[in-house]
Structure formats: C-alpha cells, structure tokens
C-alpha cells in the first residue's frame, strides 16, 4: 500500500502542468529594466552590463522570484540557461520543482579558465538529482567558434548529454553567420554534429525551408518563444511552416527581462493564435497547443513519463477550478484551458507527487517577493 493523501477534488479539473522549455531563470531581477529595443541593443547596452554586477546570492534570489512566479502560473519544470548555476540548482531542489540546468558555453564572453571549469563540471555530472539534471548550453554561434561547438558536442556525446542552444533568432544572427561560415546557423550547427533527436534549439525565428527540413529529418526539437520574438521585434516565429513540414515543435518563455513574464500559459495562447494568421483556423488545434506546453518540452529534455495526465506516469498536475468565471460554460475543457483561462483559475500545484502550491499559496512567497525587491534596487543603483 502506498502512503498517499487522498484529496477531494470535486469542482476541479486535473490537468497536465507546464513545462517551460527555455528560460534565464535569474533575470527575473531585470524584469522591465530595458524595454521597447532590439535584441543586439537590449543585449549589450542594458543586459550584459547589469548582469556584470551578479554575484552568486542575486542568481539565487533572482532564481527563487522565477520559479515562485513559474509555480503560480503551473509551470513544474524549466530548462536554464544562466551564470551561477549552483544558485538555481539549490533553488530548484528547495522549492521542489524539475529543471534542466545548463552549462553555458560562451567563449567569447566568459575566460578560457572559466571554460575549463565548465568542461570539468560537466565531466563530473555535479549537482544532478532525480528532479535536476545539467545539460550542455552553447548560448548561440554568435558567442562561440566553431572549434568550442565542437568541443560541446564531443562531451555532450561523451557524457550522455543533450545540447540546447539559442538559434537563427535574428536576421542579424543569421546574416553574421553566413559572412564568417558560409552558412545558416542551422547548417552549422549540423556540420559540428549537433542535430539529431537530441537537440533542442530556443526561437528558430528565421529557419530557411531547408532549414525546416533538416531539423525535421534530424528528430531535432525547435522551442519557440513567441512572446519574446514579437517584443524584441525578432521576428514572427513560423509555428504553421514549422508544424507543415514536420519539425517537433515545444515553448518556452524566454527570460523575465525580455517576455516580461514566465507565463506558459501565454505562450499556449499565442502560439495557437499565430499558427492561424498564416495557416487556417485549425492549423493547431487547442489540444496540439497544450502538448506543445507540456509534454513536448518534456520529450525534448529526455524526460520520461511526465508532462501527461496518464496511469503509470509520475504526478506531476494542476487543480484547476471549474467555477472560475473563465472556466464557465465549460462546453470543452482544453478550450476553456487554451483560450479563455488564465492562472486565476489554478488552485494547486503538484510536481512529483508533492503539492508546491495549494489553495494558491506557496510556502514563503511573501518574503521570496521582498528580497527580489531589495537586490533588484541595490543592483540597479550600484
């Protein structure tokens, strides 16, 4: 017999929890720091700049901000691209949620030393648990050569790694990589090895056809940040010529500083409302759009029965409240889901079996909000 509390859930839906397929956890500490700009400018006047100044205690507070907010909008899980990885893995294993925590490969703007310890970290296999686990990050071929790809996926392969990498985001990124490779960053990536069903890239904003096609073919899975690219005015991202010619498709947030949120549920929605401005009313139905929140994601990170609501599957879920104003009339609860609800009608969060938040309530919420308060001011004056 297993020791289970049995819950009376009348009045609720159970319904599978959000996967996050892409995110810098810690920045939710820049969140509206630096609006209404492009990517290249965001990035190096305002974002890196600001994120000099981190030191390890702002990555676990800002991390702590990050997942408090992705637990109340019924995120469970988050693949992690950031500095200071410890912080959040700590983070993670306290609050009782999943990640896939990168180590970020930036040759360009971290030293050959601190490569070094990137490589041994990840020979070591530090900090992973039944609920964490690392994965090798390049950030994107703008910040690396090709020698250091390819010294991402010899370990990766080594190791039993997956690889996750940000791609084709930009024209501007797809236009540096054909003057200094002679090819779109998919081909790249491809030529150093990288692209198969292990492979996950971030935005792919501005993929070719054959660009589609081969990360069809590989098996490789494209997470899409819809609501970061139309801000940062990267780009439309291609959600019906992607789901045309095949390609895996997940999503993801995108950091705080750029979304301005970590709201999965957001990206649900727009995504599935993207695919029918250039494709029809159907191009991707409610109950496609959840998957690709869910358990797509979870497929993408190599996680094992997870991310549905099935008998033999870990419990990993959402208590939503049927009596909240969005979810009523309930003709079709995906549609309700999909289209209308937002978190407000989330009662409960369960991940691993365990409540992470019950009756709205998360254990420490109020003095997680505080102290991001405090760090963000300090950081912005210093």
Sequence with gaps: MYNAEVIQCEGFALLPAFYNGHTHAAMSLLRGYADDMELDKWLREYIWPFEAKL??????????????????????????????????????????????IGVTIAEQLTSPENMKKNMEFLKAHVGESDRVKLCVMPHSMYTNG??????????????NYRIHTHLSETLSEVEQCQR?????????????????ERFSAAHCVHFTEDDRKRFADAGATAV???????????????????????VNLALG?????????????????????????????DSLPAEAALKMATVNVARAFGLANVGEIREGFVADGLLVDLNNERMTPCHDLVS????????????????????????????????IKEAARACAKRLANA
């Design 55 to 100: 030191g390890d205690k702002d990555i676990e507070v800002g991390s702590r901000l990050a997942v408090l907010e992705m637990i109340k909008s019924g995120t469970v899980f988050f693949a992690d691209m950031y500095w200071h990885r410890e912080q959040t893995m700590k983070v993670v294993e306290e609050m009782g949620v999943r990640a896939s």
């Design 146 to 159: 090709e020698g250091m790809l390819r010294r991402c996926v010899e370990i990766a392969k080594a190791e």
């Design 180 to 196: 200094q490779f002679g090819c779109t960053p998919v081909e790249l990536f491809e030529r150093v090895g990288a692209i198969d």
């Design 224 to 246: 899409m940040c819809p609501c970061s690219n139309l801000k940062l005015s990267s780009g439309m991202p291609q959600v019906t010529p992607m789901i045309r010619d095949g």
């Design 253 to 281: 947030t995108d950091g705080a500083s750029s979304n301005n949120s970590l709201d999965m549920h957001q990206e649900m929605k727009l995504a599935t409302l993207l695919a029918k401005v250039n494709g029809s009313a």
């Design 336 to 367: 309700n889901w999909v289209y209308a609800a937002d978190n407000s009608s989330i009662d409960s969060v369960i991940c691993n079996g365990n409540f992470v938040m019950r009756g709205r309530h998360v254990d420490g919420e109020e003095d």
